[in-house]
């Protein structure tokens, strides 16, 4: 009974993640238990602990006598989370070269190839693509505190991303580029180049992060 619970409820966290990273439940949007039951097609309690684990990846807030907010997108708080990303993103990229099996490796090069090949604005295949992705390099980490602190720091930089992007097709490509970067030399077992990749990764989103206050960013170095 309980993983048929857990089953349900991951499925309702990931139908509501969705719909908030893509803005079907915008910045702000009051929601309730049931409105999402309806929504989602799942009862109250799978419902209620998707909506508790989203209050602890900060992608809604939950407030007595008031009730649930998506919340708010920030800047701020986007370079304050990128600052942990990058460090946890290099650490995840060394264990991943080392400890990936020779099944996870073939995944990423897949993956890569699916990368390499995808093309157009369908922002909602491309995200799925990306938590693919990010799914592989932390799970080869093998080290489930990684990914502990890893899957809400890409959740939420996932979110500030796609409402942030300055032209869809052009940057859905860089970032395709950029992950297929990641990808190869993990599988290949080149921790120096993969390293390299994830901080290139971690360069661009700090740079589109200072486009959104609109001014430019550091550059390299």
Do not use: C
């Not at 048929?4 to 949007?29: C, H, R, W």
Request: proline share 5%; net charge neutral; no cysteine.
């Amino acid at each position: 009974m309980a993983e048929q619970l857990s089953n349900k409820t991951d499925q309702v966290y990931a139908l509501l993640e969705e719909m908030i990273t893509f803005q079907d439940l915008a910045p702000g949007d009051a929601v309730s238990e049931s409105q999402l039951m309806t929504r989602t097609g799942f009862g109250r309690t799978p419902v209620r602990e998707a909506l508790q684990r989203l209050a602890r990846e900060r992608m809604v807030e939950i407030h007595p006598h008031r009730g649930v907010f998506v919340a708010p997108v920030s800047v701020e708080a986007h370079f304050r989370l990128l600052e942990l990303r990058r460090g946890l993103e290099e650490m995840a990229v060394r264990f991943a070269t080392f400890r990936a099996q020779t099944r996870q490796k073939e995944q990423m090069l897949a993956l890569a190839a699916e990368l390499d090949a995808f093309s157009g604005t369908d922002v909602r295949a491309f995200g799925a693509l990306l938590k693919r992705s990010h799914a592989a390099i932390v799970e080869a980490a093998h080290n489930e505190y990684l990914q502990l602190a890893m899957a809400p720091l890409q959740a939420l930089s996932r979110r500030f991303w796609f409402a942030h992007l300055p032209d869809v097709a052009e940057h859905l490509r860089i970032a395709a580029d950029r992950h297929a970067r990641i990808l190869r030399p993990v599988a290949h077992g080149d921790a120096a180049a993969a390293v390299d990749a994830a901080l290139a990764l971690n360069d661009y989103l700090t740079d589109l992060t200072y486009a959104a206050l609109g001014r430019p960013g550091p550059g390299p170095g």
